[in-house]
């Protein structure tokens, strides 16, 4: 999860030389601007800034897709930082693999993204303290209505291939909402990966999942793991009950917040395994 302990654990990595080391391109390549690879037979793509009509208002969302043909749509929760530069390009670069690409802002209910300015982080409790009401406002109940109103707009672009399931990825508080979104409109969402997410396995979640006709990739930090060891097993037995295939793994060596590559603990190694198991998710299950 987000807060104060997890930022704890971030400063504890920051200080520590040996465990930047340790991980490779890490903060230093993030310092630079990191580009993330494309495939190597990526598709040219095209984005677009949208807006999308929700029962609570309007949401800022950014949309891309390969520039010809019908794909596959996928909706993007970011995580607790919003939508901005960084998952853009993650956007970019799922689009040029194949599919069509719906990226929000979850928080459009009381900021337009991006809200970061230059140097600013989660870690930081001025920001964090920003970023509660916000946060406050997302509900299960309004995740649930949003998830429906952004599948629903997906459906409607024609660069969605509708004869296809629809994909959903989260990290962070972006977790459970993928699962809301799986239960919700589980006729038409049939992939869901999440990456560093947190609470996942509450009672509440784990009832969802009888709900849901989706796969799922469930990539774990490995200190998130050592925080609560049970939830990966709370999580696999409740996918293997509903008879749904599911990954659960715990990535080694890892902090909360691994995957974005514009994170202070961004893992490349780990952040490009992932990214494998990502596209192997979605061409099996897509």
């Known amino acids: 999860m987000c807060d104060e302990l997890t930022a704890a654990d971030n400063e504890r990595f920051l200080g520590d030389a040996m465990s930047r080391r340790s991980f490779g391109m890490g903060t230093a390549a993030v310092g630079v601007g990191l580009v993330l690879p494309s495939c190597a037979d990526a598709k040219p793509v095209k984005g677009r800034d949208v807006t999308i009509a929700t029962p609570d208002g309007t949401a ?30 993650m956007a970019d670069r ?17 900021t337009k993204a991006p809200f970061l300015k230059p140097g600013e982080s989660y870690d930081q409790p001025e920001v964090r303290a920003r970023i509660t009401p916000w946060r406050e406002a997302l509900t299960p109940a309004a995740t649930t209505s949003d998830a429906k109103a952004f599948v629903a707009w997906l459906d409607a672009q024609a660069e ?9 990825t989260g990290y ?32 509440e979640m784990l009832a969802l999942i009888p709900q849901m006709k989706a796969h799922f990739l469930i990539a774990i930090a490995e200190n998130d793991d050592a925080r609560a060891p049970g939830d990966k097993d709370k999580l696999r037995a409740a996918f293997a009950a509903a008879k749904l295939p599911a990954e659960i793994e715990v990535y080694p060596g890892t902090l909360h917040g691994w995957c974005p590559p514009d ?4 893992n490349h190694d780990q952040a490009e395994r992932a990214w494998g198991r990502l596209l192997h998710l979605f061409e099996t299950a897509l």
């Open 60 to 89: 800022d969302a950014y949309f891309v897709a390969p520039a010809t043909g019908t794909h596959p749509g996928v909706l993007v929760w970011p995580d607790i930082m919003g939508l901005r530069p960084a998952f853009r390009q």
């Open 172 to 203: 962070c508080m972006g977790g459970p909402m993928v699962m809301l979104t799986a239960a919700a409109v589980p006729g038409r969402v049939r992939a869901g990966a999440t990456f560093h997410g947190g609470g996942m396995a509450t009672d």
């Open 94 to 110: 799922l689009a040029g693999a194949g599919y069509a690409v719906l990226t929000v802002n979850q928080f459009y209910r009381g």
């Open 263 to 266: 994170s202070r603990v961004y």
């Open 160 to 168: 969605v291939d509708r004869k296809r399931g629809i994909g959903s």
